[in-house]
C-alpha cells in the first residue's frame, strides 16, 4: 500500500451504520472466491502490508480473520480485507489493488475513511522527501483532439442532473473560496468567482476567452457583473448545452458565447485569458501549445490571465486507480512545469501566485456531504459500485489536499513589458511606473 495515490477530493467516514465501501472493475471478481484464505502464506502477506503502512494509525482484519493492529493506541479505522485474492495484489500494486477491491466490496473500511487516507499519503510524503530526488512521471496517455473529448466525455458528461446533486446552485466543479472558515458552499463559490475576477482586474467591454467553461458559471458572472464579453470554450457535450441554455435564460447570449470546441482551436484578440480547472487535462506535452494560444491571441503589449490548476510540490506519476476509473488523462502538474511551459517560453511574467490546497479540502469535504445525503438517489441513477468509487475519489481527493499530496495553484500572468500592472498586491489600484495614477479598480 506504499504507492497508494487516491489524488483529487472531501471530509469524514461514511455516516454512521454505513461502511466506508465501493464498486467493481475489469480483472477483480466482483463476489470474493469462498475456501482457501492463504494460510500460513496469507499471514506472511498481512505482516508485509503491516509492515508496508509502518505508523498509520489502522487495524488490518485479514481474510480468515487475523487481526493485525500496525500501529500501539487509538486508530482512525479497521480495514478488512475479505478474501485472498485481495490480499495477495495489496503489497506489489497497492493503488490499483486497494482501489478495485472497495469498488466491488471486497474491502470494508469502518471508521474515518479520509483520516486512514491522509496518514496513509502522509507516510508516502515523507518517505519521498527522504529520497530528496522528484518522482519521474509515467508516460501519459493521449491528449490529441479526439482522446481529449473521450476523456472529457467519460466524467464530465455523467448527467447534469447526477452532479446537481450535490455541487453548488452554480454548478462549479472546481475549488471554491472560504472568506470565512464557517461559509457554506454556495458562498464560497461566489466568492471564489468574485476572487478571480478580482485578480483579473475586468473592465467593461473588455473581450475575455475562458478555456474550459464548466457549465458556464464564471462566464455569465464576469459578463453579467463586470460588463465584458465572453467567449468561453468547453467540449463537454452536456456542459455546453446547459451552458447555452442558461445564458438564454438570463439574456446574456448576447454577450457570452459558448463554443462546443477544444482549447488548441482558440483564436483572438481577446483582453483577458483566465483557465479553471483545466490544465489537469492538457497533459505536459501540450503546455507549449496553449502558451502560444495564449501569446497569439493577447494584445502584443499588454493582456493578462489568470490560470487555477490542480497540481504538486514537484512532479509525480498520476494516480494509476483515478486514471483509469475516473479521471482519464488527467495530469496534476508541479508549478514549475506549468510555468515552465506554458509562460516563460513567450516570456510572459508571473505576477502573483496563491495556493488554496486547504479551502480545495473544505470545498470537497462539502461535496463528499452533499454526495452522502443524495446517495440512494445516485445509486438508483448508476449502481453501488459507482457509489463506492465515487465515496473513494472524493474522500481520496480530500485527503490529497489535507496531506499536502496535491496543491491549488492560481497563477496571474501579463506581458513582460506590461506597465499597467497592479502597484500593490492589496488594494483598488493599479498604477504605471512612468504615471502613478488610477487607471481603473480592480
Given at each position: 500500500?506504499?504507492?497508494?495515490?487516491?489524488?483529487?477530493?472531501?471530509d469524514?467516514?461514511?455516516?454512521?451504520?454505513?461502511?466506508?465501501?465501493t464498486?467493481s472493475?475489469p480483472?477483480?471478481?466482483?463476489?470474493?472466491?469462498?475456501?482457501?484464505?492463504?494460510?500460513?502464506?496469507?499471514?506472511?502477506?498481512?505482516?508485509?502490508?503491516?509492515?508496508?503502512?509502518?505508523?498509520?494509525?489502522?487495524?488490518?482484519?485479514?481474510?480468515?480473520?487475523?487481526?493485525l493492529?500496525?500501529?500501539?493506541?487509538?486508530?482512525?479505522?479497521?480495514?478488512?480485507?475479505?478474501?485472498?485474492?485481495?490480499?495477495?495484489?495489496?503489497?506489489?500494486?497497492?493503488?490499483?489493488?486497494?482501489?478495485?477491491?472497495?469498488?466491488?466490496?471486497?474491502?470494508?473500511?469502518?471508521?474515518?475513511?479520509?483520516?486512514?487516507?491522509?496518514?496513509?499519503?502522509?507516510?508516502?510524503?515523507?518517505?519521498?522527501?527522504?529520497?530528496?530526488?522528484?518522482?519521474?512521471?509515467?508516460?501519459?496517455?493521449?491528449?490529441?483532439?479526439?482522446?481529449?473529448?473521450?476523456?472529457?466525455?467519460?466524467?464530465?458528461?455523467?448527467?447534469?442532473?447526477?452532479?446537481?446533486?450535490?455541487?453548488?446552485?452554480?454548478?462549479?466543479?472546481?475549488?471554491?473560496?472560504?472568506?470565512?472558515?464557517?461559509?457554506?458552499?454556495?458562498?464560497?463559490?461566489?466568492?471564489?468567482?468574485?476572487?478571480?475576477?478580482?485578480?483579473?482586474?475586468?473592465?467593461?467591454?473588455?473581450?475575455?476567452?475562458?478555456?474550459?467553461?464548466?457549465?458556464?458559471?464564471?462566464?455569465?458572472?464576469?459578463?453579467?457583473?463586470?460588463?465584458?464579453?465572453?467567449?468561453?470554450?468547453?467540449?463537454?457535450?452536456?456542459?455546453i448545452?446547459?451552458?447555452?441554455?442558461?445564458?438564454?435564460r438570463e439574456?446574456?447570449?448576447?454577450?457570452?458565447?459558448?463554443?462546443?470546441?477544444?482549447?488548441r482551436?482558440?483564436?483572438?484578440?481577446?483582453?483577458?485569458?483566465?483557465?479553471?480547472?483545466?490544465?489537469?487535462?492538457?497533459?505536459?506535452?501540450?503546455?507549449?501549445?496553449?502558451?502560444?494560444?495564449?501569446?497569439r491571441?493577447?494584445?502584443?503589449?499588454?493582456?493578462?490571465?489568470?490560470?487555477?490548476?490542480?497540481?504538486?510540490?514537484?512532479?509525480?506519476?498520476?494516480?494509476?486507480?483515478?486514471?483509469?476509473?475516473?479521471?482519464?488523462?488527467?495530469?496534476?502538474?508541479?508549478?514549475?512545469?506549468?510555468i515552465?511551459?506554458?509562460?516563460?517560453?513567450?516570456?510572459?511574467?508571473?505576477?502573483?501566485?496563491?495556493?488554496?490546497?486547504?479551502?480545495?479540502?473544505?470545498?470537497?469535504?462539502?461535496?463528499?456531504?452533499?454526495?452522502?445525503?443524495?446517495?440512494?438517489?445516485?445509486?438508483?441513477?448508476?449502481?453501488?459500485?459507482?457509489?463506492?468509487?465515487?465515496?473513494?475519489?472524493?474522500?481520496?481527493?480530500?485527503?490529497?489536499?489535507?496531506?499536502?499530496?496535491?496543491?491549488?495553484?492560481?497563477?496571474?500572468?501579463?506581458?513582460?513589458?506590461?506597465?499597467?500592472?497592479?502597484?500593490?498586491?492589496?488594494?483598488?489600484?493599479?498604477?504605471?511606473?512612468?504615471?502613478?495614477?488610477?487607471?481603473?479598480?480592480?
Open positions: 500500500m506504499t504507492s497508494l495515490r487516491l489524488e483529487s477530493t472531501a469524514r467516514e461514511a455516516p454512521p451504520g454505513r461502511p466506508a465501501t464498486p472493475s480483472g477483480l471478481e466482483t463476489e470474493p472466491r469462498p475456501g482457501f484464505q492463504g494460510g500460513p502464506f496469507g499471514h506472511a502477506l498481512g505482516w508485509l502490508l503491516k509492515r508496508q503502512l509502518k505508523g498509520v494509525p489502522v487495524e488490518l482484519v485479514l481474510p480468515g480473520g487475523t487481526r493492529a500496525v500501529r500501539a493506541g487509538p486508530r482512525v479505522a479497521t480495514v478488512f480485507i475479505k478474501d485472498f485474492g485481495v490480499l495477495l495484489r495489496l503489497p506489489f500494486n497497492s493503488e490499483v489493488a486497494f482501489g478495485e477491491a472497495f469498488e466491488a466490496g471486497r474491502i470494508e473500511v469502518h471508521g474515518d475513511l479520509v483520516g486512514l487516507l491522509e496518514a496513509v499519503f502522509r507516510q508516502q510524503l515523507a518517505r519521498r522527501a527522504l529520497g530528496g530526488r522528484p518522482s519521474t512521471p509515467t508516460p501519459q496517455r493521449s491528449h490529441g483532439l479526439r482522446s481529449a473529448r473521450r476523456n472529457i466525455h467519460h466524467h464530465y458528461d455523467l448527467g447534469n442532473g447526477f452532479y446537481r446533486l450535490w455541487l453548488d446552485k452554480e454548478l462549479l466543479y472546481t475549488c471554491a473560496y472560504y472568506p470565512s472558515p464557517d461559509d457554506d458552499l454556495d458562498t464560497a463559490q461566489i466568492a471564489k468567482m468574485e476572487h478571480v475576477c478580482r485578480k483579473l482586474r475586468l473592465q467593461p467591454g473588455e473581450r475575455v476567452v475562458e478555456a474550459g467553461c464548466g457549465w458556464g458559471a464564471l462566464a455569465l458572472y464576469m459578463a453579467r457583473r463586470y460588463g465584458v464579453t465572453v467567449r468561453a470554450f468547453n467540449i463537454s457535450v452536456e456542459q448545452r446547459w451552458a447555452r441554455e442558461r445564458a438564454r439574456s446574456l447570449d448576447d454577450r457570452v458565447e459558448f463554443v462546443d470546441d477544444d482549447y482551436n482558440i483564436r483572438g484578440p481577446f483582453d483577458v485569458f483566465v483557465s479553471i480547472g483545466m490544465l489537469e487535462h492538457v497533459g505536459p506535452p501540450n503546455y507549449r501549445v496553449l502558451g502560444e494560444v495564449i501569446h491571441g493577447l494584445p502584443e503589449a499588454s493582456g493578462r490571465g489568470l490560470i487555477h490548476f490542480i497540481g504538486r510540490n514537484r512532479p509525480a506519476p498520476p494516480s494509476a486507480w483515478t486514471d483509469r476509473r475516473l479521471f482519464p488523462g488527467s495530469y496534476p502538474p508541479a508549478l514549475a512545469e506549468m515552465e511551459s506554458v509562460l516563460e517560453p513567450r516570456d510572459f511574467s508571473v505576477l502573483d501566485v496563491e495556493n488554496l490546497r486547504l479551502h480545495y479540502a473544505r470545498t470537497l469535504r462539502h461535496w463528499h456531504e452533499r454526495f452522502e445525503a443524495s446517495v440512494d438517489k445516485v445509486a438508483a441513477m448508476f449502481d453501488e459500485r459507482f457509489v463506492r468509487a465515487w465515496r473513494l475519489y472524493l474522500t481520496g481527493s480530500q485527503a490529497a489536499f489535507r496531506s499536502g499530496g496535491l496543491q491549488l495553484f492560481q497563477v496571474v500572468f501579463a506581458r513582460g513589458c506590461d506597465q499597467q500592472v497592479p502597484w500593490t498586491r492589496i488594494g483598488p489600484t493599479f498604477m504605471t511606473e512612468d504615471a502613478p495614477a488610477l487607471h481603473g479598480t480592480a
